[in-house]
Structure formats: C-alpha cells, structure tokens
C-alpha cells in the first residue's frame, strides 16, 4: 500500500492535499498539525477515518475506502513534555488503525504519530515511540505495523535505530532532509518505523507551504 505522511505547519499546506493525493495516487494518508475542525471528510479518492479532537493541532488519517476494511482505530496520549505541559499543544500523539487490507489478505497496523518537540529530551521521545508501538500492538498483537509521522528526531538517529531494532522494529529514513526552516536549518525528522512488513520506494515530496517535506512510501506485508 502506498502511504503519505505530512505535517502540514499548523494546517497551513492543507490546500496541497487533494493534488498531492491524486498525483501519487495513495492508499493511506497520514496527516499532523492539522486543525480537525477544518479538514473535510473526504481528500480525493481517500475518506477520513478518524482524527483528534483534544488537541489544538493533531492527527488525521483517510483511507482509500474501496481498500480497507476497519477492525478499530484508537487515539493514544504518549508521555507529555514540558512543552506539552505549559503550552498543551498536543494530548493525542498517536492515531492507530487496525486494518484488513482486501486486495491482499493481509491485516496490518497502521500507525500516524507525532513525537514530542524539540524543546523535549531524545530519551523522552525513544520512550513515546516505544509506548506508541506498544500501543499498536494492544490493538492486534503480533500483526505487522507501520507508523510514520514526524518524530522530532533530528540527532542521534543511528542510536534509535539500534535501540529499535533490539525490540524488533525497524526504523527507515529517507536520504534527503525532510525539513527546511528558512532555507537554512536542514533535517531528517520524518521517518518510518515497522515490525513484519518491508518498507520500499522511500520518497521526499516537493517542499511546499509547511517547514516538512511530505515522504511517500510503499508498505508491503513481509512473507
């Protein structure tokens, strides 16, 4: 399945959607820092499944209805930050969904996340992105599970990599930076993880309104 994740910059590039959907053709979007009372019900070919209501900014994720078949879907909140803490910009960072895909078969997780902000400790990010797998396995133990989302992540990656791999997961990156800040400061933030599935064709998007850049990826079921 094709998948697209995006952190729209506080819902500022949600008007590229529906041409970015139709032009890569996608299964899954993943979407953060949206405004849910501003987003419709459906993008192109792909309806809305679920998104946050506490947060200020949040997760969405639409499908290609005609594809899935929803067991269930669950809002997760992850350890807060500081940040979250004084600023509450975020309760739910994870958006989970349990799925069958119909044109293979196969169930598999789906996972949309959006890790602490800089402002926060890397340990205390490793400890969210644990508890967001650890969440997506309550909804389906033992199914395969691909999350993508903004990790906030940009130092120190090759550390989680190793740290997830110990538990199982893989985590995926692309080769170019996927955040741009003034065209000055450069980042790898967006990425990948999975467990029992391979992740392949790991693209970044143009640059468009938001400071990330949308990546692009196909998730297949590991055999």
Known sequence: MKIISYNLREHTASGELSAIVARHDADVLCLQEVDSNAI?????????????????????????????????TRLFALRKSLHDRLMAPAH???????LTDT?????????DFHAAPLTATNSLRRKQ???????????AAG??????GDFNYPLFARGL?????????????????TYVRYKIFRGYFDFVTSTGCTISDLDVLPQGASDHLPISLTARVAA
């Open 40 to 72: 419709p019900t459906w993008i192109g070919h792909l309806k809305l499944l679920r998104s946050t209501k506490a947060n200020r900014l949040g997760l969405a994720m639409y499908l290609r209805d005609s594809r899935f078949t929803v067991h269930e």
């Open 92 to 98: 739910e960072r994870l958006l989970a969904a349990h």
């Open 103 to 111: 044109v293979t078969g196969d169930e598999v997780l789906v996972g």
């Open 129 to 139: 992105i644990t508890s967001a797998h650890e969440g997506m396995q309550a909804l």
């Open 143 to 148: 199914v395969p599970s691909v999350m993508v």
């Open 161 to 177: 990599t190793r740290r997830l791999q110990t538990s199982g997961y893989q985590l995926t990156r692309t080769t170019t930076p």
